[in-house]
């Protein structure tokens, strides 16, 4: 268990990088409502599974607590269509070297144990999806296939859970992350940052890795999230 001083100095505590990208923050938002919170609000969750997705629920809300406002906020908003706020409360507007807008990136400090927290539930629904664990793959469609204004089956909230998993789990480029504001919890910035030509081709090819883990499988799907980021 990481100490308060070892938090406080981040250390064995990564840098990730969050997209302000609706079609991510819809997965990742998915990964509580319905999965975890529907699971761990279940009452009858057989061991080992029920302590494996308690876990995961408790890092979960750890990852969505160290979002910057204005990215809590537009995860938050209806459909995430409501654009993210630029000011001060930990926002920012971020530049190519021409000067285009482009999709902001928050570097964020993540604990390894919450994201292997996150790995052991997603290990623990493939395991019930391959016939393993017939008890737990039961309870998955007894707790999912009932909300209403869901759409797809547990497969299709598994393979997306798994999807927004990756993308917290991507280790960013560390002349892209020099350019970022650094924890805006704790370090708040605002205004213009303006990427170089050479961090700007960083921030691409980053970018290209979360729309292919987001959206590959899907031509059209791919084609509309590419078009997102300028």
Known sequence: MLSIT???????????????????????????????????TFGSLPEPAASVVDHAYQSWARIFLRFPGPLRDYALSPHHQMPPRHDENGQYRLCGHDGRALVELHAVDIRSQDIDALSAVLASFRNAQSGDNRELAEVLEEV???????????????????????????????LLLKALPVDPTTRPASGDISLDPAQERAYHAHCLEIIEIVSAGDPWALSTHRRMYP
């Open 6 to 40: 070892d938090l406080i100095r981040g250390n064995n505590v990564p840098h990730r990088l969050l997209p302000a990208d609706p079609i991510w923050l819809k997965k990742f938002m998915a990964m509580e409502e319905p999965l975890l919170y529907s699971l761990y």
């Open 144 to 174: 999912v296939e009932p909300l209403p204004g869901v759409m797809g089956t547990s497969d299709r909230l598994i393979e997306d859970f798994e999807r927004s998993l990756r993308v917290l789990q991507l280790e960013p480029d560390g």
